[in-house]
């Protein structure tokens, strides 16, 4: 029991501790928050140059690019049809929901929290223009 006591104690010291440690790296942290909602998309996209389209497309150089213009990527009449560009505001109003932006999308999740979604787009930016 005593011993419980004592983790007890022990555990809001050691997260203040991780707080403490993290708090001067704001800069750090942002990123890290978009690779972290980005794993909602990683089982259906690539980034990387060249890389393959799984379930969904590549998305190398998304930012600037007309929608449903991945060479053998088969999309959605829904998407082809989009007539959109991406860019932060058109991306940001897909990933908040993706069915209601490009109705029959093939898309099956969105990120509905803004914050989580900034995040994201922020990191999107920089990993897709490597
Ligand atoms: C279950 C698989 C799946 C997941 C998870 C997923 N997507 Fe997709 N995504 C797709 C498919 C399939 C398409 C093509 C949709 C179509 O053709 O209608 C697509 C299309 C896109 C497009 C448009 C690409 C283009 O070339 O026009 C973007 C941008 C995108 N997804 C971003 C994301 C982001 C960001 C996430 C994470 C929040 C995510 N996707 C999660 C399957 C997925």
Redo the contacts with the bound molecule.
């Keep these: 029991m005593r011993q419980l006591i004592g983790l007890a104690a022990a555990v809001p010291a050691l997260v203040a501790g991780i707080v403490a440690v993290q708090a001067p790296s704001t800069a750090q942290t942002a990123p890290a928050a978009g690779a972290q ?2 794993a ?6 690539t980034l990387n140059k060249g890389g393959r389209n ?6 190398n150089g ?1 930012f600037g ?6 060479a053998g ?8 049809a ?1 007539g ?1 560009k ?1 860019d932060e505001k058109t ?1 940001n109003e ?2 908040a929901a ?1 069915m209601k932006k ?1 109705p ?8 509905a929290d803004p914050a989580k ?1 900034a995040a ?2 922020a990191y ?1 930016k920089a990993e897709t223009a490597k």
């Design positions: 909602a980005f909602a998309c990683r089982a259906c996209h799984g379930v969904g497309p590549n998305l998304v690019r007309p929608a449903g213009s991945v990527f088969n999309y959605s009449p829904a998407m082809k989009s959109l991406w991306l897909f990933i993706p490009v029959g999308t093939r898309m099956p999740i969105g990120v979604r994201l787009i999107l």
